[in-house]
Antibody, heavy 117, light 112 residues
C-alpha cells in the first residue's frame, strides 16, 4: 500500500528539541521530493520545509530557518525533521507529504507537537 | 512572499445546493512554462488534507465532477455544484509558483 506514516510528536518544553520521522512505503521513495507542513490549532496550513530526492537540496520557511533541519535516508525510506529551540508557536500537527510535480498528492496522518511549559 | 486571500471564511450550505469559494493571490501564478500553479485542497475533520484540483482546473484522481476550479492570473474560484454531506471540512487554495509555498486562510464548509 502506498502510504506515509509520520511519528515522533509529543510534549516538549520551550527551548527543547524533538525529531519527527516519516516512514514511506509502496513507492520508490528516492524518486520524490518530500516536504513537511503543519497546521497550528485554529490556524491554516503552513509549509515548513522541502528536500530533494537525493537530499542534496533543502529549503525552509523563514519561521523555522536555523532551528529545524530536514533530512532523509533513502535506504530506509524515511524522512526526518529535527526541531531545535522549539517555541510555543511551533505547536501544531506536523504532516509529511510527497511532492508530485508542483503539488502534494500523498500525506501522512500527522503527528502532534505541543510546546508548552 | 505571495499572499493568498480566501473568501468567505465559512459557508453553511443546504445539501444539494451550490457553493463557491474565492481565492486571490498577491501576484500572478502564471509561470513561464505556461502553467498556472494554483491548487485546491480539502481537509476533512480528523483527516489529512487531500488534493482536489491542480493547476487551476484539473480534477485530481477520484475527485467527483461536482467540483470545478476556474480562474487565471490572480483570481480563482472553486465551485461545488451540489454540496453533499461528505464535502464538509476546510478548503484551502495553495500556490506553488515560488517558495515559500503559501496557502489561503481556509474556508470552513458545513452543512445546514
Amino acid at each position: 500500500e502506498v502510504q506515509l506514516v509520520d511519528s515522533g510528536g509529543g510534549l516538549v518544553q520551550p527551548g527543547g528539541s524533538l525529531r519527527l520521522s516519516c516512514a514511506a512505503s509502496g513507492f520508490t521513495f528516492s524518486s520524490y521530493e518530500m516536504n513537511w507542513l503543519r497546521r497550528a490549532p485554529g490556524k491554516g496550513l503552513e509549509w515548513v520545509s522541502h528536500i530533494s530526492g537525493n537530499g542534496g537540496s533543502t529549503h525552509y520557511a523563514d519561521s523555522v530557518k536555523g532551528r529545524f533541519a530536514i533530512s532523509r535516508d533513502n535506504a530506509k525510506n524515511s524522512l526526518y525533521l529535527q526541531m531545535n529551540s522549539l517555541r510555543t508557536e511551533d505547536t501544531a500537527v506536523y504532516y509529511c507529504a510527497r511532492r508530485q510535480r508542483r503539488y502534494y498528492d500523498l500525506w501522512g496522518r500527522g503527528t502532534l507537537v505541543t510546546v508548552s511549559s | 512572499d505571495i499572499v493568498m486571500t480566501q473568501t468567505p471564511l465559512s459557508l453553511s450550505v443546504t445539501p444539494g445546493q451550490p457553493a463557491s469559494i474565492s481565492c486571490k493571490s498577491s501576484q500572478s501564478l502564471l509561470d513561464g512554462d505556461g502553467k498556472t500553479y494554483l491548487f485546491w485542497y480539502l481537509q476533512k475533520p480528523g483527516q489529512s488534507p487531500q488534493l482536489l484540483i491542480y493547476e487551476v482546473s484539473n480534477r485530481f484522481s477520484g475527485v467527483p465532477d461536482r467540483f470545478t476550479g476556474s480562474g487565471s492570473g490572480t483570481d480563482f474560484t472553486l465551485k461545488i455544484s451540489r454540496v453533499e454531506a461528505e464535502d464538509v471540512g476546510v478548503y484551502y487554495c495553495m500556490q506553488s509558483i515560488q517558495l515559500p509555498l503559501t496557502f489561503g486562510g481556509g474556508t470552513k464548509v458545513e452543512i445546514k
